[in-house]
T-cell receptor, first 111, second 111 residues
Framework: QKEVEQDPGPLSVPEGAIVSLNCTYS??????FMWYRQYSRKGPELLMY????GNKEDGRFTAQVDKSSKYISLFIRDSQPSDSATYLC???????????FGAGTRLTVKP | EAGVTQSPTHLIKTRGQQATLRCSPI?????VYWYQQALGLGLQFLLW???????NRGNFPPRFSGRQFPNYSSELNVNALELEDSALYLC??????????FGQGTRLTVV
């Protein structure tokens, strides 16, 4: 079993839809949870960062962490074609050091 | 402010050769992380350098090595290249436990 499981998709939604991206994990030591966005031929870009259970909102993005279920989610409201990218969840016991990534979900938002 | 820069952008080597990849962190960042992003495998943690010292290492053989220079730039060396070493190698930098920012990566192809 992988430490971090993420459905690779691909996921295709119409513009304006609410997108839900999810990861599960098995290591209870993970304390820091991140979501990265990676456009084609680019490096990953940090979107959201949290270290506690609950919700964190930033504009159209909401990150949700449920440590009891070992489950994290990223919601994108009013999705735009510019959101089309691969979304990677990442987690670490020590913040940045030895981050474990999910396989990434490829998202396409169609106009 | 310049982001994390990596060189070269692309590198083609033959099996058995050595490859050297370079990373310049964001000015002021003291930590550098190296990741391998192979097709279908997601990002795998390779190495973490901080203040010139190797702080942690992922599950990779010893032929993957590196160093961090006094100016905090870093080098990743891969000896005795194998075909499966073909991947995108990503460098990230951070200041302490703050957010990590990724470079664009070096695409290594082993033929």
């Amino acid at each position: 079993q992988k430490e971090v499981e993420q459905d690779p998709g691909p996921l295709s939604v119409p513009e304006g839809a609410i997108v839900s991206l999810n990861c599960t994990y098995s290591n209870s030591a993970f304390q820091y949870f991140m979501w990265y966005r990676q456009y084609s031929r680019k490096g990953p870009e940090l979107l959201m960062y949290t270290y506690s259970s609950g919700n964190k909102e930033d504009g159209r993005f909401t990150a949700q962490v449920d440590k009891s279920s070992k489950y994290i989610s990223l919601f994108i409201r009013d999705s735009q074609p510019s959101d089309s990218a691969t979304y990677l969840c990442a987690m670490s016991p020590y913040n940045n050091n030895d981050m474990r990534f999910g396989a990434g979900t490829r998202l396409t938002v169609k106009p | 402010e310049a982001g994390v820069t990596q060189s070269p952008t692309h590198l083609i080597k033959t099996r058995g050769q050595q490859a050297t990849l370079r990373c310049s962190p964001i000015s002021g960042h003291t930590s550098v992380y190296w990741y391998q992003q192979a097709l279908g495998l997601g990002l795998q943690f390779l190495l973490w350098y901080d203040e010139g010292e190797e702080r942690n290492r992922g599950n990779f053989p010893p032929r993957f090595s590196g160093r961090q220079f006094p100016n905090y730039s870093s080098e990743l060396n891969v000896n005795a290249l194998e075909l499966e070493d073909s991947a995108l190698y990503l460098c990230a930098s951070s200041l302490g436990h703050d957010d990590a920012f990724f470079g664009q990566g070096t695409r290594l192809t082993v033929v």
